[in-house]
Structures are given as structure tokens and as C-alpha cells.
């Protein structure tokens, strides 16, 4: 975190509730920081499905087991971290949504979906030796200056604390 | 918003108005649900009227093309009517117009049932 940076960390249960937790705070910081409806909704829908993917996919939808959420705002750009506790995945091995022989999923889109609404995605191994999803989006060019009032405002997911 | 759903019969064609969001929870599961209960009414042919859904995530669309395969799957037909933005973008990244018959008209979407 660069000493510009503002960052808030949330733990989140390990339940259907927790998506749209996560997805008002973003939305809140993202709102906040000057990104635009059409914007916000990007953010928010990719929020929706790093949370889905954790509860889903990687924590199983073990109640034991939690998901971290962290919405950086530097000067440049918001990043969003959502880790799980899972055994992790490589990206490569994420079916194509939109292969021919997948369009017919009924699962598989999410990913995808991050990918196509943020600039920058990537998923790495995390503390917890599950998966971190990393994705960030850049601030328009209208953005307010930054300020505490940015991300003062989102901290209502549960156990939450904020760093400066 | 919370989603809402009613059907209304229009012919042979069963026409269900939704509204809301069909996201993780509740909206995927009342689709399913009232999928299932047409179905079990032998209404095989549905119209999906999406005009005041504003917003379906990854687990929305997940339980659209379930709806689609399951009402194929029983004989069935299962269209979409009147997008809005977001959901035709939606559907558009995905490819999944390829798959779905798309209408702006409800006459001319119910003409085209077979």
C-alpha cells in the first residue's frame, strides 16, 4: 500500500448474504471515489462474482471457512482483493464460457465476467493458500480528489477495520 | 429490489413478467421455482418478459439457460422479451443470443411459437 492509498479490510461469513454485502460496500467506495452509474455497475457485478466465486467455488459454502475482502483507492486506481480459504485454481484450467460446447453452462460465467468489466485481473495464490482474486479499475479522469470520505463510508461488513 | 413474478396465459403461450434482479438468492430461485411449477401445469411454452429486470448476475444467467434447457428438455419453449440494456449487453458478451430467441414485441413473440 502506498503511503497515497487508502485501504478497507472486511472478513466476510461464508453465506449467500455476503455477496451483496460486499457488493454495496464497493459500490459505496467506487461511488465515493467518482466512477460513473455505468462504472459502478461493473464494479459492482464484478464484486457480485469474485464474492460468488469464494463462497462457491472456493470455500465450498463452508460456514467454517471465510472470505477477505480488501477495496484499495490509490491515486490511479480502485483494487479489489477477495481471498477465500479454498485449495486455490489456476486460471488456465477455467473453462471458456464461450466455447460452443459451453454455452449451455449453467455455471462458469464469472470469471469471465470479471474479466470483460474491470482493466486489470489477475488471480494469485493467497495468505490463507486459497485463491486472491486481484482486480482493479481505473479512476476516470473527473474523479474527486481523494480523500478520507471515500472510503469512510463502507465499512459495514462484519469485523470490519480500516487502515489509512 | 426484490424480484417479483407473475404469468398471465396469452393462447398457448404463458407470458411471465418479472421484475427485479435474478441474482444469487432469491431471484435464481423463484425463476426455478416457477419454472418448475409451469411445467408441472404442462405449460410448455413461455415467454420470459424481462422488461423490468434491470439487473442478472452469473448465477441469473446460470438459472436462465437452465430454465431454457429443462423447458427444451420437456418438449418445451422458452423465449425472452423485451431486454433491457444491461441484460442485452449481458447476454450479448456472453453469446448467449445465440442461443436464446430474443423478441421487442410480445405479438410477434407469441406468433412465433410453434
Redesign the interface.
Known sequence: MTPQSKQLETTLETQVESVNLAEEMCLRVAEAAGFGEEDCYRIGMSVREGVINAFHYGNQERPDRKIHLTVELTSEKLIIHVMDEGKGFKLGDVPDPLAEENLLSTSGRGIFLMRSFMDDFDVVEGRTGGAEIIMSKRLPSAAKPLGDSAVGHGNEGKDPHQEA | MSIQATHRDSGKVTVVDMSGRI???DGSALLRTLVRQLLAEDRTLILLNLADVNYI???G???L??A??TVKGRGGEMKLLNLTK?VHDLLQ????F??FEVFNEESKAIQSFK
Do not use: N, P, Q, R
Open positions: 441474482s444469487l438468492g448476475d452469473s448465477s444467467i446460470g438459472e439457460v437452465s431454457f434447457t444491461k458478451i456472453t453469446k448467449l445465440t442461443v
